[in-house]
């Protein structure tokens, strides 16, 4: 009777010890798409002063709702962030109809459709600019963007860098304008 | 029985706020750790440095929640399926030549395995390259 139990405790040790020995992860080798990130994530301004794009940036990033959370002029870097709806029509739509087909099978006993709590709810999006002057008199400017969202119960259902070309392309676009506003003035 | 039970309350009780106060102050050796952290460039001044650590961490696909010239402290968070977050102090070791310190830790536990400093610093190595060589 005494045998399980010793082997049992011999498990528990062994995988106690083996979980000392393991490494941890390549948390800062760079991936092999980091240079394809960066294309995506950097814009060069051309004769541009360095304190021009910045309040071209916070401007924009004001224009889109954010509120700036860091800045620090001499490294040019502003941190942004924002909490919005992560609603997905689709996905709301899919799991109350799971919620639904399982209260129909489950019927007059116990209605326990729970998949609405798994629904998108919120997301706090969270963004780094940094511009990077030259001796050419250019700024490089790179963004990167995180977010978290959370579900209708309020447990963290994703947290993530976006990766989605479109939206770097779509801010830029937007940073580009906001520079040229700021030459002339506007 | 009872006596067993009265007594193993308490002891656990007891271990439990001891390990939880254990972690407010680490308990491993100073001097190991700061070398670990630790690497000293030469020749590059602390703007330049701070703004390659900057370039860095935007490689590694860090947010960054703090920047701070004069204390020359950079605090960055990456999310992924944990939370990688980093502290990065520039200060300067002589007149010629800047400590570069990181400290990380993800989600509650430090990080404390050396190779993964050492890669920190050869991706810190390549985006000071570049700025000494004004690359963008």
Redesign the interface.
Known sequence: MRKPGLLLALLAVSSVLSSCGS??P?????SQS?VV??KM??R?YFSVEESDVMSAAAALLQDMGYSI??V?A????I?ASKRANATNRLQAFGTLTLDSMKCALTFLMACSGNYYGEIDDVQDI???L?S?P??SG?V?V?I?????IYDKRGRVSE???ITDADVYESMFAKLSKAVFLEEQGI | MKHYLLISVPMLALSACASQNSAITASDSQVHVRQMQTRVYDSLDK?DT??SV??TL????????????EMAT?T??????Y??RVTVTVRDRNSNQLAVRAN?R?DDQT?D?P???Q??F??LDKAIFLTRH?V?
């Open positions: 490494t941890q390549d948390y800062f080798s760079p980091s990130a960066r994530q950097a060069v959370d860091e620090e001499r490294l040019g870097v941190s969270r963004l780094t940094v990077m030259n001796d250019d490089a790179r990167t963007i995180q977010r978290t947290q993530s860098t | 703007r701070l703004r900057l370039a935007q490689d590694l696909g860090f947010v960054i929640d703090t920047a701070d010239y950079i960055a968070t990456r999310l992924q399926e939370q990688l990380a993800v990080i395995d190779r993964t400093y890669d920190f050869t991706v004004n963008d």
